[in-house]
């Protein structure tokens, strides 16, 4: 938990850290959260064994993006075969994402009190069962109903990962595996489309969803037989195991060194330590790889903090509208480029509109690092000029100029489309795009793991299930909404709504710390109802 505490003279708000004391350790490789002495902690586990896991997981990811977004390749042939309208396929693409928002509320409380892998289980056999069923659908209500097992099924992709990346790793590691989960987050949602519009065209569009069910089909054995639990419970009957020896790395003159007003705060600087202890037994195969990994805490609190903190944390309704909107935005994009670039003057097959998506998955590879490594970089030169103390709202200054740059593309896109414009600049306004949504995506949920990271699980499920809400609304109504309006004052308006959401950063900029000192007790109080199985 990052420390912060009330006198007389100063505050340290959740969020606020000492960053000048993170960098006193010398050449010690700093560990937080500190791991036990337990063998079968999973900080403890070996190199391989953390690879495996996190491949696996990686697999999860590519996989349930593809099932999530390759749908619309298929929207031609389906209209012609099956007489579903755009009405109908937009219905369906919508209750998908209602699917999402409910799936993180009921699956994610089961995460932290039964454990990661059966709910990794789970999902992957009711992501299976949607497939199979979309491969043989023939009705409306079918395609329907097939949509919301899947967006059931998916749900926790956005969130379990990053419990599982906190499981198993430190916090030096956690921006480098939450790069390789964008990657094939990434790789899945426009990749995936890409290959499926060869296989619309060669194959048939039932095939498409044929290879998904075999690679799904290969994810849940290996899930099963391969994925150990990594929720950490020690082994003695119920008690912490203690963490393992840490010794501070600092000069003695740097000990008494304040950041602010002379009073020590920030968090707790360790030196690494790797010994455990030899009398406790590793797990047997069958033991890592129990079904449930039950413990005592409530799972209550995780249904209504969500929802509590989404109305009352500002960082958290920044996420939430943030990026959903910028994910609703791009819904729509994707939507109207399958449903008229069908049409003259495009005449695009089901490849043509797999390979639109070529342009936003390389506008997401440019995007990440100014959400992540530039970002990173930003905040030690800002918080150097701030006497060494870091403010998450630092981090906001990159979201400035993606409030203008999102919109510009969002205005490329929808005009260009409603103009009849050549392709290419569509695709250019497409990728434009996809670089804003990994670029704000990302400054935006680390601006808010970084103000309240003690609940970020709870946290995430507010922000997805706004995401998905967003999307699930513009979606429903896109049909009637573009009839009334047409194209270009469809893009106008969004491109408008764009702006002003994306500009909250400013205020934020301003009062964004006095928000975070109001809603400290709070935070305070809602951390502690999450049961810490490890002694930090």
Not at 15 to 34: C, I, K, W, Y
Not at 304 to 328: D, E, K, N, Q, R
Request: aromatic content about 14%.
């Amino acid at each position: 938990m990052v420390s912060y505490h009330h006198d007389d003279e100063t505050f340290w708000a959740p969020g606020t850290v000492a960053l000048e004391d993170v960098h006193r350790s010398g050449d010690q490789l700093v560990l937080f959260p500190t791991p036990t002495s337990d063998p079968n902690d999973p900080l403890n586990w070996s190199t391989a064994r953390k690879a495996l896991n996190f491949t696996l997981v990686s697999f999860f990811v590519l996989w349930t993006f593809v099932q999530l977004d390759i749908g619309f390749t298929a929207w031609g042939p389906m209209e012609t075969q099956l007489g579903f309208s755009v009405d109908d396929l937009n219905i369906g693409a919508a209750v998908n994402y209602g699917g999402l928002a409910i799936g993180c509320f009921f699956f994610i409380p089961l995460v932290h009190k039964y454990g990661r892998r059966p709910i990794y289980i789970v999902s992957s056999a009711l992501q299976l069962a949607s497939c199979i069923w979309q491969a043989e659908v023939q009705t409306v209500g079918g395609f329907i109903t097939s949509n919301i097992i899947s967006g059931l099924g998916g749900a926790i992709s956005e969130i379990v990962v990053q419990i599982t990346i906190a499981d198993m790793f430190f916090v030096h590691q956690h921006a480098t595996m939450n790069g390789w989960y964008v990657i094939f987050q990434a790789a899945g949602a426009f990749l995936g489309p890409v290959a499926s519009g060869y296989i619309v065209d060669s194959q048939g569009w039932r095939w498409m969803w044929w290879w998904c069910v075999i690679f799904f089909g290969i994810t849940l054995v290996c899930v099963i037989f391969l994925f150990e639990e990594s929720k950490y419970v020690p082994v003695l009957a119920g008690e912490s195991v203690p963490p393992q020896q840490a010794t501070v790395n600092e000069p003695e003159d740097s000990r008494n060194k304040t950041p602010a007003n002379n009073k020590t705060a920030g968090p707790e600087v360790v030196a690494r330590q790797i010994a455990t202890n030899a009398e406790i037994p590793p797990k047997t195969y069958w033991q890592r790889m129990a079904w449930i990994t039950p413990t005592s805490e409530s799972i209550w609190p995780h249904f209504y903090i969500p929802i509590v903190t989404l109305f009352t944390f500002p960082a958290v309704a920044y996420a939430a509208l943030t990026y959903g909107s910028t994910l609703a935005w791009f819904a729509i994009m994707t939507s109207l480029q399958a449903s008229y670039m069908l049409d003259p003057p495009y005449n695009f097959d089901a490849i043509g509109i797999g390979l639109m998506n070529l342009a936003p998955f390389v506008g997401a590879v440019l995007g990440f690092p100014c959400g992540g490594w530039l970002s990173d970089k930003s905040i030690l030169w800002l918080s150097k000029k701030n006497r060494g103390i870091y403010e998450p709202e630092m981090r906001l200054w990159l979201a400035i100029p993606l409030a203008v740059l999102g919109p510009a593309s969002i205005l490329m896109f929808g005009l260009g489309l409603a103009f009849g414009v050549h392709w290419s600049l569509i695709a250019v306004g497409f990728g434009v795009y996809g670089f804003t949504l990994a670029a704000l995506a990302g400054i935006s949920l680390t601006y808010l793991m970084d103000c309240y990271q003690d609940i970020i699980g709870d946290a995430l499920v507010g922000v997805v299930f706004m995401r998905n809400i967003i999307s699930l609304v513009v979606l429903s109504v896109l049909t009637p909404w573009v009839n009334g309006m047409g194209l270009q004052n469809l893009h106008i308006l969004c491109a408008l709504v764009a702006f002003l959401i994306y500009m909250i950063a400013v205020p934020l900029l301003m009062w964004g710390k006095k928000a975070r000192i109001t809603t400290a007790a709070a935070y305070k109080k809602m951390a502690a109802t999450h049961v810490s199985h490890r002694t930090i």
